[in-house]
């Protein structure tokens, strides 16, 4: 052979050598996909950053799971009555709590009690004179979930909420949508308290409330509600206990709130959630 093809073959396998190494260093960088959510469908959870007041449901509910091995199944909660449609406050904070109790089924992985509460989360859309809008995106999340597409269900729910407050504030119905917001997070609060609860070895309980941002920003949000509407007997316990959180909260020492905060913050979010919610 002679000396040049002989240094020809020599570079084209050292080029293919360094041609492989090169693509196992770039598999090596590329993450693993995460999971659809933490509980019983994901298994693991995907990294879940400072919760603030920017967080998503569905990232709130996941960082619950990385907390405290929440049973998400245990936590579901009868449903819904009939919405009155003279009750418009109490109908929109009842829609928030079914909102969140979706993305509590779809924590679960369970496709009927998700589709159960989407058929509630019409009723009382229909009530506040949703339901034409919202409709076709809630019967298309209820047949994603049906076929187990729960990858495809995550940005429906963020979606979903958004359609439902966006509407509201178009109907110039702004009290209505701030309490759609309200309800579901006191719902999500309902639900991570009962979580931490339940479980003796949880780690950062925090998440009981998510942050002082995330409940700073609740109660900001309690305060754009008209006057009207904050004297309301039953809206205006939700003032009430934003206050007595906002007081007790930032005494926690080391990020560690005490077995005495945490079950007087269980009482009080279940105390506003059964004063709105219909039944």
């Given at each position: 052979?002679?000396?040049?093809?002989?240094?020809?073959?020599?570079?084209?396998?050292?080029?293919?050598?360094?041609?492989?190494?090169?693509?196992?260093?770039?598999?090596?960088?590329?993450p693993?996909?995460?999971?659809?959510?933490?509980?019983?469908?994901?298994?693991?959870?995907?990294?879940?950053?400072?919760?603030?007041?920017?967080?998503?449901?569905?990232?709130?509910?996941?960082?619950?799971?990385?907390?405290?091995?929440?049973?998400?199944?245990?936590?579901?909660?009868?449903?819904?009555?009939?919405?009155?449609?003279?009750?418009?406050?109490?109908?929109?904070?009842?829609?928030?709590?079914?909102?969140?109790?979706?993305?509590?089924?779809?924590?679960?992985?369970?496709?009927?009690?998700?589709?159960?509460?989407?058929?509630?989360?019409?009723?009382?859309?229909s009530a506040?004179?949703?339901?034409?809008?919202?409709?076709?995106?809630?019967?298309?999340?209820?047949?994603?979930?049906?076929?187990?597409?729960?990858?495809?269900?995550?940005p429906?729910?963020?979606?979903k909420?958004?359609?439902?407050?966006?509407?509201?504030?178009?109907?110039?119905?702004?009290?209505?949508?701030?309490?759609v917001?309200?309800?579901?997070?006191?719902?999500?609060?309902?639900?991570?308290?009962?979580?931490?609860?339940?479980?003796?070895?949880?780690?950062?309980?925090?998440?009981?409330?998510?942050?002082?941002?995330?409940?700073?920003?609740?109660?900001?949000?309690?305060?754009?509600?008209?006057?009207?509407?904050?004297?309301?007997?039953?809206?205006?316990?939700?003032?009430?206990?934003?206050?007595?959180?906002?007081?007790?909260?930032?005494?926690?020492?080391?990020?560690?709130?005490?077995?005495?905060?945490?079950?007087?913050?269980?009482?009080?979010?279940?105390?506003?959630?059964?004063?709105?919610?219909?039944?």
């Amino acid at each position: 052979m002679k000396l040049s093809s002989f240094l020809i073959i020599t570079a084209l396998a050292f080029g293919l050598v360094l041609e492989s190494l090169g693509a196992q260093a770039v598999l090596k960088e590329i993450p693993e996909p995460a999971s659809v959510s933490g509980g019983e469908i994901g298994g693991k959870p995907p990294e879940v950053g400072e919760i603030g007041n920017h967080t998503l449901p569905a990232d709130f509910l996941d960082r619950v799971s990385l907390e405290a091995k929440a049973r998400w199944r245990s936590l579901y909660r009868e449903a819904a009555a009939a919405a009155p449609p003279t009750e418009r406050l109490k109908v929109a904070f009842t829609l928030g709590g079914l909102l969140a109790d979706s993305h509590l089924a779809f924590q679960a992985g369970d496709a009927q009690q998700f589709k159960n509460i989407n058929q509630d989360v019409l009723r009382y859309c229909s009530a506040l004179g949703l339901a034409d809008k919202v409709t076709p995106l809630v019967m298309s999340e209820s047949k994603m979930a049906e076929g187990q597409e729960w990858v495809a269900v995550r940005p429906m729910l963020h979606e979903k909420r958004t359609l439902v407050e966006k509407l509201l504030g178009e109907q110039r119905d702004e009290d209505q949508a701030t309490l759609v917001n309200l309800g579901m997070w006191f719902r999500l609060f309902e639900i991570s308290t009962d979580a931490v609860i339940s479980d003796v070895e949880a780690k950062d309980r925090m998440v009981c409330i998510g942050s002082m941002e995330l409940l700073d920003s609740l109660a900001l949000r309690y305060e754009t509600l008209s006057e009207k509407a904050r004297e309301d007997e039953s809206v205006a316990v939700i003032g009430k206990i934003f206050g007595q959180l906002l007081r007790k909260w930032p005494l926690v020492v080391d990020g560690k709130p005490t077995d005495e905060l945490v079950g007087f913050t269980a009482e009080k979010v279940k105390s506003v959630n059964e004063k709105l919610t219909l039944k």
